[in-house]
């Protein structure tokens, strides 16, 4: 087994690391400084002969090795360096100190400095951190503790991060659904999110302002009262709690607020209460946070700090992939697939520009069918597009070094619908009636040569 020898050179550090205790696979090592008056501490073994090339030659290092040098001594340091060079040139070197910089140590090919202090200063601030999010949770605990019906208000037309958030505070607050409900003033809309709220088994009511009169207490998750603007009913003029990641706003009152602008999400922050708590974290709570997190980040793209990238990676060890995954690619219904399978038959890419036509078809099929298609060859530009209800739904996708997908839909969909996206990713929506109107119907055919055409155009524009 490879091993670790921690060489130390005086009673003080050796003192620390006696305390520590030497891991499974390591040694501590004691090669006293000259001038050190003390004894041999318990638990060290000492190396005779000092620092001599034979006396590390006796420690027969082997490949898998390494060495970390404790110490503030720079003529010892050096003397080791030199000793491990010379009798072990393979093993990597870490040099543990707080007073030695670069300039105190010689040259070596495989060497790392750190400091003893930066080591233990970090998880201190890890550690603060966390109580800081503990305090902050408990004081939000004991506000709510006494309310019997709590809702927790997310945006109208709530987002994974909000959703992820709401079902998150009712768990750090032990509560169930009954006494505190997820509530929104509209219904969670895109078909994404809602294929969310259903893996998760989550329920989001809509409320009206009167229906905030059975609430003793009221959280806001993801979103500042102030949003509402002069619609903001007057329950939500002063409410209990605010956690929220977007800038502070004014003009409300809330007892406990916790707005974080510099955060990627607000699950990042609720991430934080999680962790500080030292609670279960089940895999379907920790699914919809990291969830949460990608989604408003743009899978650690966009306006992402290092606490969104902190909580990410302290999540990913405890979700479910085949939960995320279920929410991620909602699973295609049977009529939808055959849709597919239709438009695959007669299936082209002109121009760069793969498009298939799907007819009428659920919501969700289309943006699925739009990152399927992106996979034709020679294609550059994916485009999907169904009907659904009154209207034509497209979704568009590119392969990222061509013109950005929001600004062609706004072109394609311009004087006739609303349309818009990212640079890879977009959708726009046409009302069929101003589509038969613009192009004399609303066939399969009509459809393709109508789209193929208009964005043919917009992406040369
Ligand atoms: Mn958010």
Redesign the pocket.
Known sequence: MARRIILCDGAEIARLWGRIGAGEDEELTWVPREGESRARPPGFRALPGGLSAEAIARLDLKEGDGVALASEDGPWVRAAVAAIDAGAPESPVLVLTDRLGDEDLPEHPCLRRAGLRSLIRDDVDEEFDLLWNLRRLENIRALLEPRSKVGILLQPDP?P??IACGYALRALLGRKSSTCPLISFGEVKRPENRAMVQALGLEVRTVTAEDLDEFDGLALV?VQPSVFGDEMPARVRSVDVVID?HPERSGYDAVIRDIRPGYG??ATIITGYVRSAGMEIRPRLATALIYGVKS?TQLLGRETSHQDISAFAWLHQWHSPALLRRIERPALPLDGLKALGRALSHTSVEDGIHLLVLGRVREDVIPQVADLGLQAEDAEWSVAAGIVNTDLVFSVRNVGYVRAAGEVVRAVVEGLGVGGGHRSMAKGIIPLKSFRKAYGGADRNTIRKALLEAFSKAILD
């Open positions: 987002d991060d909000g993801d990641h999400a607000t408003d």
